[in-house]
């Protein structure tokens, strides 16, 4: 695999951030404290510099394993190992794992290898080699790795990056909301089917039992595009594992959200439960769950009837401009389109909405419109400044909790209507932006920024979402 475009050197003082201690030495393929010697290969992850001093991970990739380096250095340096499971936040607190010291006369010297995860408790794991100089107060580290196991190509590097974040204890992504949490899911099961990699299925079953009585229970609440993402979410999870249960969740999940479908604006759902806005998401949202709903349960008329009337009301309520592309919703005076700004999410979920209702009925004009929305939002160049896709007001270290979703969503709804059509016309679009940010908006660890033209800002999980959901649309 293609793993380093940056390394992130970081000298910090002594004191790691709090994390339990890991007193008890893991076995995966082999147990802790290995020589590496016996490392069938060689690979250095990442680097940094210290005075005359080089401290380097290095890693063995066959066996899930790493050790670190100094060199360049005297007797009494010490070179050690870090080691995180959730995503290099914290680290175990005074572990140094493998802590060496530089023996008189020589000038470099290695620790024993360490495991990079912890299979047996499924701990997702991440690497890194820090030094101190001999008689030296200063502490320098090198950015976060990882062996390629479980990434040992860009989609599921970035989905293991993206697992790193899953709290086991809440089944949920920590760094992220709710809802955000639905689409990390999704991605994290679409990778699964796209690479073949079954390593994080359970995460599946753990985020159902742990929140199915969260909130209103069934994964509904007081927000209908909330909702919806989590009934697309147990719609994904059903294709995947064939358990009825998820079905019935997101039969659950239409059925609340057709709750709040009235005759104001001439129809449509609401955003919330307080009955203020009529936006696209929600509405969008709507249309692709009934209709993904009725393309799996025989004999059904009921979700079919919904995707139908939803999608003949999103198409007139004027949400769509005049240049094919959606603002974010109408007016709660007249009803007609608040000219706010045409985020990518909103211009994605239609596509494979119309893409599932298309399955659902044969009409290829849901197809041809669907064309030619998507053709509207990947030539947009305030969308697509140099290519690139990019949402409005899109800056370093911004998009606020909601924001870094968005673009994921856009792509893999490109994706899904991508396959729908026999020429592929978006897969040129779609690899022009994974090759973007995999060059430009990538860390050490295969975290992913906001930005896929770079630089690289900060991780978190909606970021890694909306990473994840591009490296799996490109083919």
């Known amino acids: 695999m293609h793993f380093l475009v940056a390394l992130l050197a970081v000298v910090m003082a002594a004191t790691p951030a709090a994390a339990p201690a890991a007193a008890t030495p893991i076995c995966d393929k082999y147990c802790d404290a290995r020589d590496p010697a016996l490392s069938p290969g060689d690979r250095e992850g990442v680097s940094v510099t210290t005075g005359s001093r080089r401290i380097s991970l290095h890693l063995d990739d066959a066996d899930d394993m790493g050790w670190a380096a100094i060199t360049g250095g005297a007797a009494g340096d010490h070179v050690w190992l870090d080691r995180s499971f959730d995503a290099g936040r914290t680290w175990a607190s005074g572990s140094k794992l493998g802590d060496t010291a530089t023996p008189p006369g020589a000038t470099g010297w290695r620790t024993l290898m360490y495991n990079a995860d912890d299979w047996a408790n499924k701990g997702v794991g991440l690497l890194r080699a820090c030094g101190q100089p001999a008689g030296s107060g200063t502490i320098a580290c090198t950015g976060w790795a990882r062996p390629t196991w479980n990434a040992w190509d860009r989609r599921t590097a970035a989905a293991t990056a993206l697992m790193e974040r899953y709290n086991l204890g809440t089944g949920l992504f920590d760094t992220t909301g709710w809802w955000n949490s639905a689409n990390a899911l999704t991605a994290v099961i679409d990778n699964a089917r796209i690479s073949g990699m079954g390593s994080y299925r359970y995460a599946i079953d753990t985020t159902y039992t ?71 998401i929600p509405n969008s949202l709507y249309v692709q769950l009934n209709a993904a709903l009725h393309n799996r349960i025989p004999g059904d008329t009921t979700y079919l009837a919904r995707a139908r009337a939803g999608w003949t009301w999103f198409a007139g309520s004027g949400m769509i401009n005049g240049s094919n592309l959606v603002n974010d919703g109408l007016t709660t005076s007249t009803c007609a389109n608040n000219g706010q700004p045409v985020w990518t999410y909103n211009q994605g979920v239609p596509l494979a909405a119309l893409t599932e209702l298309y399955r659902a009925t044969g009409d290829a004009g849901l197809l041809t419109k669907a064309r030619a929305m998507a053709n509207a939002s990947t030539t947009n160049t305030g969308l697509n400044p140099g290519g690139v896709l990019r949402d409005p007001g899109e800056t370093a270290g911004g998009g606020g909790v909601d924001g870094p979703s968005f673009k994921g969503v856009y792509v893999r709804d490109l994706a899904v209507l991508n396959a729908a059509l026999t020429d592929r016309p978006y897969t040129p679009y779609l690899q022009r932006q994974a090759n973007a940010a995999y060059a430009n908006d990538r860390n050490s660890a295969d975290a992913y920024g906001l930005m896929w033209a770079g630089p690289f800002d900060q991780p978190d999980a909606a970021r890694q979402q909306s990473a994840l959901d591009l490296m799996n649309a490109a083919p």
């Not at 609440?221 to 909702?227: F, Q, V």
């Open 210 to 280: 742990k929140n199915l009585a969260a909130q209103g229970g069934q994964f509904r609440n007081d927000y209908l595009d909330d909702t919806g993402w989590w009934g697309l979410a147990w719609v994904d999870a059903y294709d995947l594992t064939g358990d009825s249960k998820y079905l019935n969740t997101a039969r659950a999940d239409a059925d609340h959200m057709y709750a709040y479908w009235d005759g104001v604006c001439g129809g449509g759902v609401w955003w919330s439960t307080s009955r203020t806005y009529k936006n696209a």
